[in-house]
C-alpha cells in the first residue's frame, strides 16, 4: 500500500522559535492536506493545497503558518513563532486518486511539544 | 455547520464479540463518509470509504453501513480480536469541500483476551 512519511516523528521546541515540518506524500498525487490533532481532541483541518498554492485553509492557519512544496516530492508546513497552543500531532494527508474525494492517505505524524 | 458526533466514546468487549461503532452526522449533504483507525501515538488509517450512494460497505471482517436521511453511519467489526483495539474515526467533508474531512471524536476500542 502507499505510504505518506513524515519527518520528524517528534520534534520539541522553545517557545517563539520557527519550525518545519516535513512530509513525503505519495508521488503523482495533486492534492495535499494538513491536520492537526490536540492531546484528547479531534482531528482538525488546517489547509488543503492544489496546484501548487493554497486552495482552502482554516480559521486556525494564521499569519504563523506557512505552507510550501520545496520541489516534487517534500511538502513542508512552516510554523514561524511557536506558542504553547501549537503542541500537537501534525497530519499530512493526501487523495489516493486525482480526485479530492478519494480515500484519504495519512502520514505517521508529528507531535509538536512547545515549551 | 457540520457537526460529527460519535458514540460511545469508549467500549470494552472480550475477545470474539461484534463490535458496533456508531457515528452521526448533521448534514446529511455529504459527498462520502471515512472510517478510520488510530493506534496510540500513531497516524490514521484509512479503513473504508463509503460513496453517497451506497448503502453499505464490506472489507474483511469490517462492514460499514450509511443512512444519509437520519445522518448516521454504522461500523461493525465481527468476532472481534485484541489486535482490533485502537480509536475509530469517522469523517466526512465538509461542506462542499470534499477533500477537507471534519471528524468525529472518536470511538476508543479495548477488545480483551
Known amino acids: 500500500e502507499p505510504e505518506v512519511t513524515q519527518t520528524p516523528s517528534h520534534q520539541v521546541t522553545q517557545m517563539g522559535q520557527e519550525v518545519i515540518l516535513r512530509c513525503v506524500p505519495i508521488s503523482n498525487h495533486l492534492y495535499f492536506y494538513w491536520y492537526r490533532q490536540i492531546l484528547g481532541q479531534k482531528v482538525e483541518f488546517l489547509v488543503s493545497?492544489?496546484?501548487?498554492?493554497?486552495?482552502?485553509k482554516s480559521e486556525i492557519f494564521d499569519d504563523q503558518f506557512s505552507v510550501e512544496r520545496p520541489d516534487g516530492s517534500n511538502f513542508t508546513l512552516k510554523i514561524r513563532s511557536t506558542k504553547l497552543e501549537d503542541s500537537a500531532m501534525y497530519f499530512c494527508?493526501?487523495?489516493?486518486?486525482?480526485?479530492?474525494?478519494?480515500?484519504?492517505?495519512f502520514g505517521p505524524g508529528t507531535r509538536l511539544t512547545v515549551l | 455547520k457540520q457537526e460529527v458526533t460519535q458514540i460511545p466514546a469508549a467500549l470494552s468487549v472480550p475477545e470474539g464479540e461484534n463490535l458496533v461503532l456508531n457515528c452521526s452526522f448533521t448534514?446529511?449533504?455529504?459527498?462520502?463518509l471515512q472510517w478510520f483507525r488510530q493506534d496510540p501515538g500513531k497516524g490514521l488509517t484509512s479503513l473504508l470509504l463509503i460513496q453517497s450512494s451506497q448503502r453499505e460497505q464490506t472489507s474483511g471482517r469490517l462492514n460499514a453501513s450509511l443512512d444519509k436521511s437520519s445522518g448516521r453511519s454504522t461500523l461493525y467489526i465481527a468476532a472481534s480480536q485484541p489486535g482490533d483495539s485502537a480509536t475509530y474515526l469517522c469523517a466526512v467533508p465538509q461542506g462542499d469541500s470534499w477533500g477537507k474531512l471534519q471528524f468525529g471524536a472518536g470511538t476508543q476500542v479495548v477488545v480483551t483476551p
Open positions: 493545497f492544489y496546484n501548487n498554492e493554497i486552495s482552502e
Open positions: 448534514d446529511s449533504a455529504i459527498y462520502n
Open positions: 494527508a493526501s487523495p489516493r486518486g486525482a480526485r479530492s474525494t478519494d480515500t484519504q492517505y
